[in-house]
């Protein structure tokens, strides 16, 4: 395989993680939105730990773990980005 | 659907990206071994641009284009240090 087959394989890896990035989105989206319809307070650091927890717990390479960590972490961050923008939506209606 | 059950589906969502972030970290690390046996420059600021182009002509949301941006910024900053690693070890050798 030359370098050309190799970003194509990459290209189709990127389709589906931006895919899953929106279809992640999109569950954090009703999540919040169930969470405000209960009162609960929208951030869960517990959660957060569980998410990056369970990554470490199956990554087997070749990124390392504080890559995982840090790649799960924008993920979580942007989540949270994401709440914050749908919940000022939700209250400027 | 309640919270619980959307996060079963985050979980399996992270599963895949997990998968996706080192499958494609192993295609960088090819591509890193066949730039080197070719005295290529492993660092491409072309490539990256057309990667984070591609993600964002394709990005329909809930993400926006600048969580999309960053989201692969941190995955090609990954890539970045994984293949400077993997040179490292190679010259050890």
Chains 1, 2 share one sequence.
Not at 7 to 25: G, S, V, Y
């Amino acid at each position: 395989m030359d370098i050309s087959d190799w970003r194509r394989q990459i290209d189709e890896i990127d389709d589906q993680l931006l895919e899953l990035f929106n279809r992640r989105a999109t569950c954090s989206i009703e999540i919040g939105a169930l969470k405000r319809r209960m009162n609960l307070c929208v951030c869960s650091s517990e959660r957060e730990a569980e998410v990056i927890g369970r990554a470490l717990r199956s990554n087997r390479g070749p990124l390392d773990d504080a890559a995982i960590r840090r790649l799960f972490e924008a993920i979580l961050e942007e989540s949270r980005l994401l709440q914050v923008l749908v919940a000022e939506q939700e209250a400027g209606r």
